[in-house]
DNA sequence: AGCGTAGCGCTACGTTGTAGACCCTACGTT
DNA sequence: AACGTAGGGTCTACAACGTAGCGCTACGCT
């Protein structure tokens, strides 16, 4: 995008002579997000930031305008790497089944960044998203209107699933505790403290808590969510059957 | 819980002889909350809230250890809200239907709290979270435990609904602009700016995105994922029907 | 009466995001 | 060749932040 025109060079002059790498906003955001998957969101600031790429904190302006929009070009990022398959590679159930996985692994891969992931879209309108943001949705909207869904019912099924999806995933990540040595100990005491008149049921449910698996957790959800997809696609397709069949090709559990 | 033993006043001494009521910790976390309403989660500092208060901003940590179990507070007082019906009201999957309501109604009401709600359980290992919050989910342990979930169907139950409920209101809070008349046409041109080769889908929703309605998708959400339920829970009944039936009252939609 | 102590408010420290001034370099014009 | 100017990189400075530390004060107990 910037290109920083006037300027052919890889390299940047400095004052003693020496030459360093130029920089690119693609480059600041993988240094922020480095910083945030090492101690959380709330150790990156513009100065940590500005060490870790040995500048002047006041240069990391050039590529974003605040540092708010800076905490929108990491989720950006990081969801760039949620590319979704092409239908072409199985069915349209299968396809978001993939893509639920696919976004649990990166959340699992970026545990810090799920925060901003949920809350960022709340202070940034959709309009003004980056573009990035928009993709997966974009490719998503394709998938369903492809199998028959209206747009309307595209829009909702989409919904749908990416609420269960940021739902599932933040549920995921409170289990998660970070010393799973102590986790079972801590875990007990922490649920044993809890008043045994007030929390009988919570307390019992200790053993269960300690063998959380993320993995067949979200494909529980998946078949529930999808099966609902399915039956509400099976609903719009017959009560505007009078039209021939779309190119949709359908098929599901 | 704190009752400030040995000063049985509800009135405190000033140097200049003036008195002024005694602060608790209920009264804390409501200027917080009122704060954070009224202009964000940022906008809430210590400084701030004791400026409000009419308190020396060191006071506050009398009643929150940290800015962090401030807000961990806030949480809970939010939640408290909550109150989830007993099953006499009426069928379980209709007791968790008017929950729902009652939790996005709350939701509404306090959209700036919202990214707490769904990040400081992140931060806060369970064991260790604030009793408040903590009541939702035993309550609804209860329930689900009460109808034939065994105590790991329950959890899941618990944890795919819950999911839900904070996906949708994340999902929700996002379409809600400020300034509705604006919406129209910023969404428009927003999503104009979008180049119309990769994101048609997109562009051609715009439509439908500025009629949003956020009730009507709610339900249609708790109709999967109830649905869903339901089905596991006779799933579950039918493979250890040898035992004799619980107690539970069933029938759903 | 004297002492211990527990609370209350203040000050101060290190850090934050970022506006604005500064300077230095490179180029267009005379 | 000399100069004006503009533009970008650097630095300083500011207001605000969370909270550790510390004296003071005023009470309860002996």
Redesign the interface.
């Known amino acids: 995008m910037a290109g920083t025109p006037g300027s052919d060079d890889v390299e940047a002059r400095r004052p003693g002579g020496a030459r360093r790498p130029v920089l690119t906003r693609h480059d600041v955001l993988v240094a922020a997000l480095r910083l945030i998957d090492a101690d959380g969101v709330d150790a990156l600031s513009m100065r940590r930031l500005g060490r870790a790429l040995d500048r002047d904190p006041m240069r990391l302006y050039r590529f974003a305008a605040s540092k708010e929009e800076l905490l929108d070009g990491v989720v950006e990022l990081v969801l760039s790497e949620l590319e979704i398959p092409s239908r072409r590679a199985g069915d349209w159930d299968d396809v978001l089944r993939r893509t639920a996985r696919r976004f649990r692994q990166i959340a699992l891969a970026h545990?810090h960044v799920?925060?901003l992931l949920?809350?960022r879209?709340?202070a940034t309108?959709?309009?003004?998203r980056p573009?990035g943001t928009?993709?997966p949705?974009?490719a998503l909207?394709?998938l369903l209107?492809g199998v028959g869904f209206s747009?309307?019912g595209?829009?909702?099924a989409y919904?749908?699933y990416?609420?269960?999806?940021?739902?599932?995933v933040?549920?995921e990540?409170?289990?998660r505790?970070h010393d799973p040595d102590e986790t079972d100990d801590?875990?007990r005491?922490?649920?044993h403290?809890?008043p045994a008149r007030?929390?009988p049921?919570?307390r019992?449910?200790a053993g269960?808590?300690v063998v959380y698996d993320g993995a067949q957790?979200l494909e529980?959800?998946l078949?529930?969510?999808l099966?609902?997809?399915c039956?509400?696609l099976d609903a719009e397709l017959s009560t505007t059957r009078n039209r021939s069949g779309r190119n949709g090709v359908r098929g599901g559990p």
């Open positions: 545990p799920v925060p949920v809350t879209p709340l309108p959709l309009a003004l573009i928009l993709r949705l974009e909207l394709d209107a747009p309307r595209a829009l909702h919904r749908l990416m609420g269960f999806l940021q739902g599932h933040l549920n990540l409170q289990e505790v801590l875990l005491l922490g649920l403290r809890l007030e929390f049921r919570l019992s449910l269960e808590l957790e529980e959800g078949d529930v969510v099966g609902g997809l039956r509400q």
